[in-house]
């Protein structure tokens, strides 16, 4: 008994991504290389941009390796209480939408901070520690101890073991993680937004700039264009670097066994670890601190300044997005449900093309927010297809970036579905469309739930591709929140340091629900 | 270096000299693993340790290389204690009973390894990996990647390692567990007929009661009990 068709399950996918993201990349192309783009290329400005989004990216870079390596370690080889909640702590951040992470920094830090590389630099860090820590340190878990035992027992002290034996075998998970740093920092929009300056501004940041403070869609088309070509190249030289630094070694399964903190250097790198775990809730307080921080006392007037109108008929209370977010994370759960659910479908039933459609699907995600916020933009300003005025758009950016999610959710559920689930239903007389009814989507919708909750957090705290797509009536929590901080004044920043919470809390609620759907011993992104 | 075994002269009574293990007890996660075990080995000796699996052979094995620390007794060589001394100083030797090569490395870099941590000069190096290749009959394989070899030929890569680093004792853990029988024993004469030549004591764990009398002089049981396990021979 065949599965379904795939193309009953692909049309839609292929349909979505095709209009919502293939064509608007085309847009970008031909905008960016039309004359007026082009000419932005000789500018000693657009070099000096790139050159500074590449410099914070490296150095974010080699800062988060250098602080996640001794808690990557730590967390997943030695045996000390409190173990778990320290790898969670320090893997909250990640979570946390990015502009919640620049306005969090902005309550820490002080004032003279504002706009400098160092203050852009802390927040990369305190946002991607978890990275290192998760991909290094899962893979540390697995990495045979004995390689160490035998070089020691050959003679090789700590520090020759972690040169020779420990390093070489530890480098492509290094690298993995380092490319994916490298990746999220060089198109970071958000942290830079809010923390950044005029002399500290990257790429993404002076997209968003040409395109709303300058109308300049030429030159912005160019910078999408130049910084896709460079994220293209990372990804080619890691894949490569990756290839020839990947040994092949046989890793232990069930994980090694935490060993006691006796020696000196555990001693160290375990205090190393706690340190960074307390310095990682800092940043969290102090938005706190800040949303009831008064003058010289404490208050909650900021928390009642939410809920109150602006000056303009366009200066809606801050408290209204709330309502807005919720809204656009429902139309966006649906969209992603429905049209990732049928791509995983079509991949799981596909015979071939398989992986074709998979990659096509992923690349959004591969892709920065603020391009694809951009090039729906420019795609569907402009009449027969208007639909900037209209609140789908965000929904439906939104969307892009959690189909692939919500594919990585579903899939594997699908593959391991036993085939001969179908052949009982169809000997018990079911059709093709009956048995895949009863008998696929059941097992189907547990896997849904939690791509779903994934769907809503990520709409909960996008704030790349949302910047250029919110109407000015309808500001999601992020955009409002970045609006917030864009102004002078203690009432704005208190109020800014209140929302963040409210987003804080909301993001939270999507992803407990989600860990509470999933089934134990599934895979977690 | 060489030495016929009718010239050896077995001394056990005297623990100032060679390895002395006395009254060992480990416990690890809870579980007592060694009770108050005592063992010695002299400096021209093999000995053989023989015992179901899971009895704690491989971490007696391991407290005396210095990987895992005991909760009490002491470890000596030569009279000295070797409590505080960690596993990279006290020059006694490990073979594991999957051979555990460096898999970033190819044989001649698995077999230079402990010579590449003291330090030697390139053209002694590459001729002393010969050497140690050669009394293993693995000549001429050092370029080879280490996921290519055949498990018996892994065990002498392992063993030429081991022995590359210049051992005062050689601790083997089942190097041949994992070996069918012909091999196994085949394996198991080389080995010994090597040590002895090179004058190196050993300390061989295995299941196998036939391997414990071929490889040693002196063959001693571990024997579990609730307390952990004991020593009978």
Same mark, same amino acid.
């Given at each position: 008994?065949?599965?379904?068709?795939?193309?009953?399950?692909?049309w839609l996918p292929v349909v979505f991504v095709g209009v919502f993201f293939a064509l608007p990349l085309t847009t970008v192309l031909s905008r960016g290389f039309s004359a007026r783009g082009v000419d932005l290329l000789t500018s000693a400005a657009t070099w000096r941009i790139l050159g500074f989004t590449t410099l914070q990216a490296v150095l974010s870079t080699v800062l988060t390796v250098a602080v996640g390596l001794p808690a990557a370690y730590a967390v997943q080889r030695l045996?000390?209480?409190?173990?778990?909640?320290?790898?969670?702590?320090?893997?909250?951040?990640?979570?946390?939408?990015?502009?919640?992470?620049?306005?969090?920094?902005?309550?820490?830090?002080?004032?003279s901070w504002d706009g400098t590389l160092a203050a852009i630099l802390v927040a990369h860090v305190f946002f991607n520690l978890a990275v290192v820590v998760r991909v290094v340190g899962g893979f540390w878990a697995h990495l045979d101890n004995r390689y160490e035992q035998a070089a020691r027992t050959l003679g090789a002290g700590p520090i020759t073991v972690w040169r020779t034996v420990t390093w070489p075998l530890l480098r492509p998970a290094v690298l993995a993680a380092a490319a994916l740093v490298f990746l999220f920092t060089f198109t970071s929009f958000g942290v830079v937004l809010v923390l950044g300056g005029p002399t500290t501004t990257t790429l993404e940041v002076e997209i968003y700039r040409r395109t709303v403070q300058l109308f300049d869609l030429p030159g912005a088309a160019m910078l999408c264009v130049l910084q896709m070509a460079a994220v293209v190249?990372?990804?080619?030289?890691?894949?490569?670097?990756?290839?020839?630094?990947?040994?092949?070694?046989?890793?232990?399964?069930?994980?090694?066994?935490l060993?006691?903190?006796?020696?000196?250097?555990?001693?160290v790198l375990l205090g190393i670890t706690l340190v960074e775990t307390?310095?990682?809730?800092?940043?969290?307080?102090?938005?706190?601190?800040?949303?009831?921080?008064?003058?010289?006392?404490?208050?909650?007037?900021?928390?009642?300044?939410?809920?109150?109108?602006?000056?303009?008929?366009r200066d809606v209370a801050a408290w209204a997005s709330v309502r807005v977010s919720v809204s656009y994370a429902v139309a966006t759960v649906l969209i992603a449900v429905v049209v990732g659910g049928s791509a995983a479908c079509a991949i799981a039933y596909a015979r071939r093309g398989a992986d074709a459609l998979d990659s096509a699907l992923t690349l959004p995600l591969g892709t920065s927010a603020v391009t694809v916020g951009f090039g729906l933009l420019i795609t569907f300003a402009v009449p027969p297809f208007d639909l900037r005025s209209s609140w789908i758009i965000v929904p439906i950016g939104h969307a892009l970036v959690a189909i692939p999610l919500v594919v990585r959710t579903v899939l594997p559920v699908l593959r391991s579905m036993d085939p001969r689930l179908r052949e009982v239903a169809a000997t018990l007389g079911a059709s093709v469309g009956h048995t895949w009814r009863t008998v696929d989507l059941p097992v189907l919708s547990r896997a849904m739930g939690v791509g779903a909750g994934f769907a809503a957090a990520v709409s909960l705290g996008e704030f790349g591709a949302t910047s250029f797509l919110a109407r000015a009536d309808a500001p999601t929590?992020?955009?409002?929140?970045?609006?917030?901080?864009?102004r002078p004044g203690e009432v704005n920043s208190g109020q800014a340091a209140a929302l963040s919470?409210?987003?804080?809390?909301?993001?939270?609620?999507?992803?407990?629900i989600t860990e509470r759907l999933r089934a134990p011993g599934s895979a977690s992104l | 270096m060489s030495s016929t075994p009718e010239a050896r002269t077995t001394d056990t009574s005297s623990s100032s000299h060679g390895l002395d293990v006395a009254a060992i007890t480990v416990s690890l996660g809870g579980r007592p693993v060694l009770d108050s075990l005592s063992l010695t080995v002299a400096p021209d000796e093999a000995v053989a340790l023989l015992g179901p699996s899971g009895v704690g052979k491989s971490t007696l094995l391991r407290v005396i290389a210095g990987l895992v620390t005991p909760d009490a007794g002491v470890v000596t060589w030569d009279g000295i204690d070797l409590a505080d001394i960690p596993a990279h100083r006290r020059s006694i030797g490990l073979v594991f009973q999957d051979a555990v090569l460096f898999p970033h490395r190819d044989v001649a870099g698995n077999v230079g390894y402990g010579l590449d941590v003291i330090g030697v000069p390139?053209? %002694? /190096?590459?001729?002393?990996?010969?050497?140690?290749?050669?009394?293993?009959?693995?000549?001429?394989?050092? %370029? /080879?990647?280490?996921?290519?070899?055949?498990?018996?030929q892994a065990q002498r890569v392992a063993l030429a390692r081991a022995l590359g680093a210049r051992p005062r004792l050689l601790l083997l853990d089942e190097p041949f567990g994992a070996l069918d029988r012909d091999l196994r024993e085949r394996l198991g004469a080389e080995v010994r007929d090597l040590l002895r030549a090179l004058g190196v004591p050993a300390v061989h764990v295995t299941h196998d009661a036939a391997e414990a009398a071929l490889v040693a002089d002196r063959v001693l049981e571990l024997v579990p009990s609730e307390r952990g396990a004991r020593l009978e021979g």
């Open positions: 008994m065949q599965p379904p068709a795939a193309r009953w399950f692909a045996d000390f209480r409190g173990r778990r909640l320290v790898l969670a702590l320090l893997t909250v951040p990640f979570v946390l939408p990015t502009v919640v992470v620049g306005a969090s920094f902005r309550a820490l830090l002080p004032e190249v990372v990804l080619i030289v890691a894949t490569r670097l990756q290839r020839r630094l990947t040994v092949r070694q046989r890793l232990s399964r069930s994980g090694v066994a060993r006691p903190v006796r020696s000196t250097t555990d001693r307390v310095l990682v809730a800092l940043p969290l307080l102090a938005l706190a601190r800040a949303s009831v921080r008064v003058g010289d006392g404490w208050g909650l007037d900021w928390w009642r300044a939410l809920a109150v109108d602006g000056p303009t008929t929590l992020p955009v409002q929140i970045g609006r917030l901080l864009a919470v409210v987003l804080v809390v909301v993001t939270a609620l999507a992803v407990v | 390139e053209a %002694e /190096r590459r001729s002393e990996i010969e050497r140690l290749l050669d009394l293993v009959d693995l000549g001429g394989l050092g %370029e /080879r990647a280490v996921d290519t070899l055949s498990g018996g």
